[in-house]
């Protein structure tokens, strides 16, 4: 939102320069973004008239003119301005002006005609876009003043980012008014002047859905000039808070909305068919804007029709079918309020962004219709001329909505002085109260305040805390210590924590990466085609609008991020929360996840590179899953996700619960999602994978342990943990720890099997066992694996 410094000025007086305006506003709430000079720095150029042209002699394109800037003087001045006339004031630039870009004006010649300065256009003076030809000045300046001052130049414009809660300052009298009350200690009204009717025509209105348009204003405008002009005035007022000069309508409907903070829209009334209705779109409506696009409606949209079906989105945007145009001679003013609730999301939804929109999706006030209305008027007519009719008021069977309902907001003394940690005196908080509502009432135990109307952020008592705080200012209430009850806290030895964890993946090589919960749908249904998923109803984007199903989708895109940027070895993880939709039940699962790509180790010069793959992710996961104190109860088996490869897919559990996966990209993804064919993803689900077996005291045993060596022979099916539950069973507890140092398939060893050597490391904790006991233990092992696995000793 802007405003300039000499705009707010008509509405309060400013003792104040730009700078601390702009300092007083933000330490109020009201943040102020930019300061920007509306004139970039110029001098020497002052008000001039034209007095007579004539023909260059020697050039068919420039014109001679004689120019005085005191009435008395006369200067030739040669210009190549299509519209230069007699009587014409323009900007003169004298003889040694200092114009933007470091241009100094000098006497020159002109194709033989000598030129004593130069008249200017906007753009070379900074002010517009305008070159075609020179400014045309208002007629009543005074000859030989200063440009700058004449047409108030020494101005600032404020950029303020007002919160989304207060809607009441997307204008100029809604800033000044906060301003007032901030700083003056006094609640600022504004009022104008009705202008009276001149004939009797109305446009009827009618209102079908009341909730949402609970006020529908109107008023008939007769012979306006179908090809006037918007003063310069009007026309560099717009221009220094960013709005382009279209026509004196459109132009008086965008002044009061910047003005007033109230949206207007004027209809040509020779396009206008039947009444105006105010109703929900049909479905199927479809509705060509001012943008020249055709939109399709749904059911919620709130339009105004007339006769002929939609000719608006209310609280959003006009129809093409009934625009204002250059022959326009008779308009219809329109000043409605629209309910927040109406309006929000639906400008988005089609990919609009309007300044009306915007307005009432924060809330204005709906008492603004009719001052806008009036306001409108008087300068529609001061500018186009023409003839006001009456204004016609269509209420809702609601009235005017909440704003006019007297509503109520108490504030205990008690609980100020809670919240804020300062005791206020009671004269103070009234004074404070009084300068934003024009009803304070004082209560037994502290006050009770009538809402505003244009205050939709005032609800409840904290809002009012807020208030008092605000305009005493924050920085006027002094540091002091809480007081409360202390509460021990609690941990745990039962899980690993997060913080944990986030370390032991640092040390193993990962970076930690945040990324966004929701998810472009396209990647999310290249990953997961088959999954149920959470759309959001508004999404910030079109590819940021589903809730995600796992971490992978943002790491993907992370990882391709860093692929871009030459970045050959990437470890990337993330713990978040992923979104499980089953049937009507949604559920949030914390997950730890992460993707590892290029080569096994950083590139150096000891070692040949070597490219990452399955097992290597799978010792990283192993190392986090010895935090649990007992990595024996996790195993993989072969899975099958539909993005992850066949047969390099595992599916993670601890004891028989399912707890993740861990695989590497299906070749036809990486292909089509850019990545490199060695691409390993993992997910984790952190409730039932870390929690922890707490620390118990175990004997380290002072009897020497024994070494026995076995070469099995299995089928390749069969995994290692089946192999290693087998061995520990038969081992009758004196298995100290298995060691598996080789597998081998190749000559002497049957297709579809595999060698494994496996390594016992045998010991008891009360004696030395000796050969028949570790003997003994082989045997069994061996007879276990024969009977159950189908496996025999390998002879050579």
Request: charge should be negative; proline fraction near 5%.
């Amino acid at each position: 939102m802007k405003i300039t410094h000499h705009w707010m000025r008509e509405f309060t007086p400013l003792a104040v320069t730009p700078a601390e305006l702009a300092r007083d506003l933000t330490l109020a709430g009201l943040e102020v973004e930019a300061l920007t000079p509306v004139a970039p720095p110029f001098s020497g150029v002052v008000v001039g008239e034209v007095l007579e042209v004539s023909r260059h002699p020697n050039a068919e394109k420039l014109i001679v003119c004689e120019v005085t800037t005191d009435g008395s003087n006369r200067l030739r001045i040669v210009c190549g301005a299509p519209n230069v006339r007699d009587g014409l004031k323009v900007a003169v630039a004298m003889e040694g002006a200092q114009l933007p870009g470091g241009i100094t004006i000098k006497r020159a010649k002109l194709r033989g005609v000598e030129s004593n300065g130069m008249l200017c256009s906007a753009r070379e003076l900074g002010l517009g876009d305008e070159h075609d030809g020179i400014m045309e000045l208002p007629a009543a300046l005074r000859l030989g003043v200063d440009l700058r001052e004449a047409l108030d130049l020494d101005d600032t414009a404020l950029d303020v980012n007002a919160t989304p809660n207060r809607g009441d300052c997307m204008s100029v009298l809604g800033i000044a008014r906060d301003y007032a009350a901030a700083h003056e200690g006094r609640f600022l009204t504004y009022g104008v002047a009705p202008v009276a009717a001149h004939h009797a025509a109305v446009f009827p209105a009618s209102i079908e859905v009341s909730t949402a348009c609970p006020i529908f204003a109107s008023r008939v405008i007769r012979g306006i000039k179908a090809d006037g002009q918007s003063p310069a005035w009007l026309r560099e007022r717009l221009r220094r808070v960013g709005v382009n000069s279209i026509s004196p309508v459109v132009d008086v409907t965008n002044y009061v909305m910047i003005e007033l903070g109230q949206p207007m829209h004027a209809y040509d009334l020779e396009r206008l068919s039947g009444g105006i209705t105010v109703r929900m779109a049909s479905a199927g409506e479809r509705l060509t804007l001012l943008d020249d696009k055709e939109y399709l409606l749904d059911p919620d949209f709130l339009v105004i029709a007339d006769g002929s079906g939609a000719i608006g989105l209310a609280g959003i945007m006009g129809g093409r079918a009934t625009a204002i145009s250059d022959s326009t001679s008779a308009v219809l003013l329109e000043a409605a309020h629209f309910a927040p609730d109406a309006i929000a999301g639906r400008a988005r939804r089609l990919g609009l962004f309007t300044d009306a929109a915007q307005r009432f999706e924060r809330g204005v006030d709906p008492t603004l219709p009719m001052l806008a209305l009036e306001r409108a008027t008087a300068l529609l007519l001061q500018i186009a001329g023409g003839e006001a009719g009456p204004t016609n008021v269509t209420q809702g069977t609601e009235g005017a909505g909440r704003g006019e309902q007297a509503e109520w907001v108490g504030l205990r003394r008690s609980r100020l002085a809670k919240l804020l940690g300062v005791s206020v005196p009671d004269a103070e908080v009234h004074a404070l109260l009084a300068a934003i509502a024009g009803g304070v009432e004082s209560t037994a135990d502290g006050w009770r305040v009538r809402r505003p109307p244009h205050r939709f952020d005032i609800r409840i008592e904290a809002d009012l805390i807020e208030e008092v705080a605000r305009l005493r200012g924050f920085d006027s209430i002094a540091e002091s210590h809480a007081r409360a009850m202390q509460i021990v806290g609690h941990s745990t030895e039962s899980r690993i924590s997060n913080d944990r964890l986030l370390t032991a993946m640092a040390d193993a090589g990962y970076r930690e990466v945040i990324t966004y919960s929701f998810v472009d749908p396209a990647l999310q249904r290249q990953l997961f085609p088959d999954a149920p998923v959470l759309a959001l109803a508004n999404a910030i984007s079109a590819d940021l609008s589903e809730m995600r199903v796992s971490l992978w989708t943002g790491l993907i895109q992370a990882a391709r991020e860093n692929l871009r940027r030459q970045q050959p070895r990437v470890r990337l993880f993330e713990i978040g929360k992923k979104f499980s939709v089953q049937g009507t039940n949604l559920r949030e699962i914390e997950t730890l996840a992460g993707i590892a790509t290029g080569g096994r180790w950083p590139e150096q010069w000891g070692s040949a590179r070597e490219p990452l793959d399955f097992y290597d992710v799978k010792g990283d996961l192993m190392q986090l899953f010895a935090l649990t104190g007992n990595t024996n109860v996790f195993r993989f088996e072969a899975g099958s996700l539909s993005c992850l490869r066949p047969g390099r897919a595992a599916r993670i559990f601890r004891d028989s619960t399912p707890i993740g996966w861990l695989g590497e990209v299906h070749p036809q993804l990486a292909k089509a999602l850019g990545l490199p064919v060695n691409v390993l993803l993992f997910e984790l689900e952190i409730d039932t994978a870390f929690e922890a077996i707490p620390l118990k005291y175990k004997e380290i045993s002072k009897f020497p342990s024994v070494r026995r060596d076995l070469a099995i022979v299995v089928d390749e099916s069969v995994p290692l943990a089946v192999l290693q539950e087998n061995v520990t069973v038969s081992a009758s507890g004196l298995l100290s720890e298995l060691r598996v140092f080789d597998v081998y398939r190749g000559p002497s060893v049957d297709f579809g099997r595999k060698s494994i050597a496996l390594g016992l490391i045998l010991q008891d904790s009360s004696r030395t066992l000796t050969d028949v006991d570790a003997d003994a233990v082989v045997t069994a092992v061996v007879a276990r694996l024969r009977d159950e696995l189908r496996a025999s000793i390998r002879d050579q």
